[in-house]
């Protein structure tokens, strides 16, 4: 490593650490009482600025949605709370029956045929789809949307890095959604699939069916990136022509939280389903006839021979998985339309606020929850002089996309009242006029 970096010793590697910070003596106050201890922690955790008393307008992956009480309930329950992965399944039915569900409720609500339960997050379905794409079509180009969330990208970069895989990426339209004509254009017989999101980073909705026409046009398979609290309203990817479907089940009954735990979401066509990596729970029948639950088609390293696996993807994110699997039962087919609607009327009531206040503007087309906003002051310092006011502000474009400099991403759900919308509204309104 040091000679990587040009360095000739260890000491020159952590100079750039002044030397009394180097190692600092431990000095650690004086013992405490548990009463002390309580108190201190309740202090510091009230230093933190909690979505209770603050208003946020983040989004950008990490999303605010309502959890009800009794998701907390179940999965707080001791048989579920401490279980690991199911291998048997004689004593595992209550887990591999909420797998299950988990399952069928995602089949359901992404238009696919079969599921599984063991991605990491909405990033690393992402990749596993591309690397399974590549998989079944026998190819090695991949053609990625730039309007794809570019943490996603990312990890599709780190799991294809070494393996001698393409990825293309297809540029943004006026309009915020992935250029067409560079899609076409970039499309040909050696690309195993075209990866688009639903809505994608900034807020606006794909138009997937052309999308699918132009993939399977060359033999490539269409693989979306869905919101599933979108699907709640708007016609689900598999219904669009996607082969494969992916997405992040945080927003289903986990709260923003550092980052995690989060829960992926794949789903896929039954013909491919050989290919699809993890674990998947299928219905059974004993020997008295008995319906029961199992591990079934099971194609990770840790069961197979290492060069027959499609995957070593093997965490267990089945406690965050039974989380979404108990909110979308509570909220059932209305309840999830009805909480999809409130986040699109609410972010276009926001919207329109915003859009109309002098130095403003909205950029892009139709949008779900999230819209981008060219601000008259610096992204920063709006973000800044918003968290003054008790608000939390939008993600900072410019950090990702250059080319949107001074422009935030605000993200509104069911969770904002008019209040704070409007607070917001005035909040910017002074802002543009300080300058």
Not at 106 to 118: I, Y
Not at 137 to 147: E, F, G, P, Q, Y
Not at 228 to 248: H, N, T
Not at 310 to 317: G, L
């Amino acid at each position: 490593m040091q000679q990587a970096m040009g360095l000739s010793s260890v000491d020159e590697l952590f100079g750039v650490i002044p030397a009394e910070k180097r190692y600092p003596a431990l000095e650690l106050p004086s013992p405490l009482s548990e009463i002390e201890v309580r108190r201190l922690l309740a202090d510091l955790a009230e230093r933190n600025a909690d979505l209770e008393h603050y208003a946020s307008f983040l989004g950008a992956g990490s999303y605010h949605h309502f959890v009800p009480s009794v998701v907390d309930s179940v999965i707080s329950r001791g048989e579920f709370y401490t279980a690991y992965t199911p291998y048997q399944p004689e004593v595992s039915q209550g887990t591999l029956t909420a797998i299950y569900e988990f399952q069928t409720m995602v089949c359901a609500l992404m238009g696919m045929d079969v599921a599984n339960a063991s991605m990491y997050d909405g990033a690393s379905a992402l990749a596993e789809a591309g690397l399974m794409a590549a998989r079944v079509t026998r190819r090695h180009k991949i053609v990625v949307a730039s309007t794809i969330h570019p943490r996603y990208r990312q990890v599709l970069r780190t799991y294809t890095q070494g393996m001698g895989m393409e990825i293309m990426e297809a540029g943004r339209a006026d309009d915020g959604t992935v250029d067409g004509s560079e899609v076409e254009r970039l499309l040909d017989d050696a690309t195993a699939a075209l990866i688009v999101q639903h809505p994608n980073f900034l807020g606006c909705m794909e138009d997937l069916e052309p999308l699918s026409e132009l993939a399977h046009a060359v033999g490539a398979l269409l693989v979306v990136c869905a919101d599933p609290i979108a699907l709640g309203l708007f016609r689900a990817p598999g219904d669009c022509g996607a082969d494969i479907v992916v997405g992040e089940g945080q927003c289903l009954g986990s709260p923003p939280s550092y980052g995690g735990p989060y829960v992926g979401l794949f789903a896929c066509r039954q013909k491919y389903v050989r290919q699809m990596p993890g674990r998947l729970v299928g219905a059974a029948t004993d020997a008295q006839g008995r319906r029961g639950f199992v591990l079934t088609m099971q194609p990770r390293e840790q069961h197979i021979r290492r060069e027959k696996a499609t995957s070593n993807i093997c965490s267990n994110e089945a406690l965050v998985a039974l989380a979404a699997c108990t909110y979308l039962a509570v909220l059932g087919k209305q309840g999830l339309r009805k909480a999809a609607e409130l986040c699109y009327h609410k972010a276009h009531y926001a919207a329109q606020g915003i859009a109309a206040l002098p130095g403003y503007e909205r950029l892009f087309g139709v949008f779900f929850k999230e819209f981008a906003i060219r601000t008259p002051v610096p992204a920063a310092r709006v973000n800044e002089l918003l968290w003054k006011r008790g608000i939390i502000g939008g993600y900072e474009l410019a950090k990702d996309c250059p080319d949107l400099a001074e422009c935030l991403l605000f993200c509104v759900t069911e969770m904002h009242t008019r209040a704070q919308i409007d607070r917001l509204v005035e909040a910017l309104e002074e802002i543009g006029k300080q300058g």
